[in-house]
């Protein structure tokens, strides 16, 4: 709660410290920015993108001699008050790869550069993935561009379904499914669960939830960032979709160690081969599993209460914060990064691109469960308000009341009627 409430504070001053200075060297839009800049790039990266992130970084300063790029990994809960307070004292870096969830935060406070004549001469702009693009937009103006992709899916393990006397070139497509092939899982006893989930995690049950609820085509928020209103109590696919994992539950479907899971191991239960089904992302799965594994492993979008799917459009943005020293340096290491040959390497530190034409035969051949990922993304959503943190991530917060008022006592309709009222207040709180 503190951690939110120093940002929020930080964040309410930051267009005014922004303004008091301006960076030196060549102005966005002008022949000379992001060309042969010199001096030293500081990079701020969260703890889960930096994998990422230092591979570029490396390649990079090997072939770029004349601009030195520093990274520094800030922890991921930290990210957002830290960064914040750096920017309102005027001691920002001059690139910041940010959740793509957090992007509107920073550009709704004027925190970021406005980047439009110079997105807009990006060579390859329209291979860029349009969801994560949105991220980095207000008023038909752009503040950053994308960066790495990270994806939620549905993955499941085609030994168990075998063993349980399922197809295993048959996933679950709805929620029915789901119940079904959860069930015949368990039968096989010996510690072996349908389905698994982190229960004490609300940013891993935000990332693997909510696609479900998506699926649908629906959405809690309503309305544009600053001004959006919670549209909790008449979400059906939300009242589905929390009343599944409490069938999961209570049923005795999921691992018993879901109820208590903070995300730390979260995962780790699928990749020992006890779990059938599990939502997760692509690096949980695919950059902890041994190559014997990963074959019996299939992947598929999250499905909707009756069919459809869809996907958490996760992952990081870049940024270029206002009164950084070196926006022209920044921009150089952001095209450079976005280009086809640095993007195709996302799989090996556990990520995907965000660009859909890397999804060649070869890349398919090579990762082929990446690809099946890269596939989802023209389903994929992610809101986009300023009011994530406060209502998905603050431990104890709405998101996290209501699902285990949901899913652990049971109590759906008590539930939904308490994330009405706490996702409103938190999104009064957050606009105010």
């Not at 459809?308 to 009164?323: L, M």
């Amino acid at each position: 709660m503190r951690w939110l409430a120093a940002a929020a504070g930080a964040l309410l001053l930051v267009g005014t410290a922004c303004g008091s200075s301006k960076p030196a060297g060549p102005a966005v839009g002008s022949a000379q920015f992001g060309v042969n800049a010199t001096g030293v790039v500081h990079f701020w990266d969260r703890n889960a993108t930096a994998p990422f992130g230092t591979l570029l970084v490396k390649e990079f300063n090997a072939t770029h001699p004349h601009l030195k790029v520093e990274l520094s990994p800030i922890q991921d809960t930290q990210y957002v008050t830290k960064l914040a307070t750096a920017i309102r004292s005027g001691s920002a870096p001059d690139l910041v790869g940010i959740d793509d969830i957090n992007s509107q935060l920073f550009i709704y406070n004027k925190a970021f550069l406005d980047l439009t004549p110079e997105v807009n001469k990006l060579p390859d702009k329209d291979k860029l993935s349009l969801l994560n693009v949105n991220l980095t937009t207000e008023n038909g103006h752009y503040y950053g561009t994308p960066y790495v992709g990270d994806l939620s899916m549905l993955w499941y393990n085609k030994t168990l379904f075998k063993k349980a006397g399922l197809d295993p070139n048959k996933p679950p497509r709805n929620f029915a499914d789901i119940l079904t092939d959860s069930r015949a899982i368990s039968k096989l006893g010996n510690g072996i669960y349908g389905y698994s989930f982190a229960g004490r995690c609300e940013g891993c049950l935000g990332f693997t939830m909510m696609p479900n609820v998506w699926a649908t085509r629906t959405d809690i928020f309503a309305g544009e960032p600053g001004s959006q209103k919670a549209t909790v109590s008449s979400n059906t696919a939300l009242r589905q979709t929390l009343t599944l994992y409490h069938q999961l539950w209570s049923e005795h479907l999921a691992a018993p160690e879901s109820e208590t899971e903070t995300g730390a191991t979260w995962g780790q239960d699928f990749l020992a081969g006890k779990i059938g089904i599990f939502p997760g992302g692509y690096g949980t799965v695919a950059a902890n599993a041994s190559p014997a594994f990963l074959k019996q492993v299939g992947a598929v979008a999250l499905p909707g209460p009756d069919g459809g799917y869809s996907t958490f459009d996760g992952g990081a943005n870049f940024g270029i914060p206002r009164n950084g020293k070196n926006p022209s340096g920044a921009w150089e290491f952001i095209k450079w990064a976005l280009q086809k040959q640095q993007q195709v390497q996302a799989p090996t530190t556990g990520f995907e691109p965000i660009r859909a034409d890397v999804s060649t035969p070869a890349y398919k051949k090579r990762y082929p469960l990446n690809a099946i990922v890269l596939d989802a993304l023209a389903h994929g959503f992610a809101p986009k308000t300023i009011s994530y943190n406060v209502t998905f991530n603050q431990p104890g917060g709405p998101w996290q009341q209501m699902y285990i008022k949901a899913i652990f006592d049971g109590n759906i309709d008590g539930a939904i009627k308490q994330g009405q009222s706490g996702f409103s207040d938190a999104l009064t709180q957050a606009q105010s």
